[in-house]
């Protein structure tokens, strides 16, 4: 059982970045995934793109933008070397697949598998009408599979990259965040200020449910080490 402690969580969204965005950050080098190694100072130079969430994968930034775009920055001069226009609308979230692949939720209802070795889109699954993602989350570095939470509640365990429906599961409010917390668990928070335990077994299982704040939970990260989590909503609550 997860020893639970809600601290405050600071999130930096960068948006309209017509000048320089400077990104510091305390966290120790994983060697295990080089694209969770960022300490330091990371710089970006955008002009002109309105990004809505960033993935770090070494020394470049791989960034979502407000038209559809995803953008390849190098972080130490700013330039950008590569985009893929993945979107009609807003990118939600990304998250790093294998290699330089990319996957992608967006405001367009659309999730959207990206390779920037070969410069193009790979595949693209559509969610019902009215219906987006919200956020991903991928269980293991060496697996193809990829958790989704959704606007409408839903928790959808994918296969990638024909995105195969593995498994699913209904909610009573919309997903706004997920974290891995375990090799086949994870915390999903949602927007009735619930965090909820879910297990990626042979079928996704909500297995506990925590109320923490009384409103949206807008985010949730996980410290693996202490074995605690935190939340951020606008309740003024921690």
Same mark, same amino acid.
């Given at each position: 059982?997860?020893?639970?402690?809600?601290?405050?969580w600071l999130?930096?969204v960068?948006?309209?970045?017509?000048?320089?965005?400077e990104?510091?950050?305390?966290?120790?080098?994983?060697?295990?995934?080089?694209?969770?190694?960022?300490?330091?100072?990371?710089?970006?130079?955008?002009?002109?793109?309105?990004?809505?969430?960033?993935?770090?994968?070494?020394?470049?930034?791989f960034?979502?933008?407000?038209d559809?775009?995803?953008?390849?920055?190098?972080?130490?001069?700013?330039?950008?070397?590569?985009?893929?226009?993945?979107?009609?609308?807003?990118?939600?979230d990304?998250?790093?697949?294998?290699g330089?692949?990319?996957?992608?939720?967006g405001?367009?209802?659309?999730?959207?598998?990206?390779?920037?070795?070969?410069?193009?889109?790979?595949?693209?699954?559509?969610l019902?009408?009215?219906?987006?993602?919200?956020?991903?989350?991928?269980p293991?570095?060496?697996?193809t599979?990829?958790?989704?939470?959704?606007?409408?509640?839903?928790?959808? /365990?994918? $296969?990638?990259?024909?995105f195969?429906?593995?498994? &699913?599961?209904?909610?009573? @409010?919309? %997903?706004?965040?997920? =974290?891995?917390?375990?090799?086949?668990t994870?915390?999903?928070?949602?927007?009735?200020?619930?965090?909820?335990?879910v297990?990626?077994?042979?079928?996704l299982?909500?297995?506990?449910? /925590?109320? $923490?704040h009384?409103?949206?939970?807008?985010?949730? &990260?996980?410290?693996p080490? @202490?074995? %605690?989590?935190?939340? =951020?909503?606008?309740d003024?609550?921690c």
């Open positions: 059982m997860l020893r639970c402690c809600f601290l405050l999130a930096l960068v948006v309209g970045c017509s000048a320089g965005v990104i510091r950050s305390e966290r120790p080098a994983d060697t295990h995934d080089r694209s969770e190694q960022y300490s330091g100072r990371l710089l970006a130079f955008v002009a002109g793109a309105s990004i809505t969430k960033i993935c770090l994968a070494g020394d470049e930034i960034a979502g933008c407000l559809g775009r995803i953008l390849r920055i190098d972080s130490r001069t700013g330039r950008v070397l590569a985009q893929i226009p993945a979107h009609t609308s807003g990118v939600i990304i998250v790093r697949m294998d330089l692949q990319f996957l992608t939720s405001a367009d209802g659309y999730l959207v598998l990206t390779d920037f070795a070969a410069g193009q889109v790979v595949s693209r699954y559509g019902p009408a009215g219906e987006y993602g919200t956020a991903l989350v991928r293991l570095a060496e697996e599979r990829v958790l989704v939470g959704t606007k409408g509640g839903g928790l959808l /365990l994918l $296969a990638l990259p024909g195969s429906l593995l498994s &699913a599961s209904s909610h009573d @409010a919309p %997903v706004w965040g997920l =974290v891995m917390t375990g090799r086949d994870c915390l999903a928070v949602d927007g009735r200020g619930r965090v909820l335990q297990s990626l077994g042979q079928a299982k909500v297995s506990g449910v /925590l109320e $923490a009384r409103i949206s939970i807008e985010a949730v &990260a996980f410290q080490a @202490a074995g %605690v989590f935190a939340t =951020v909503s606008r003024s609550q």
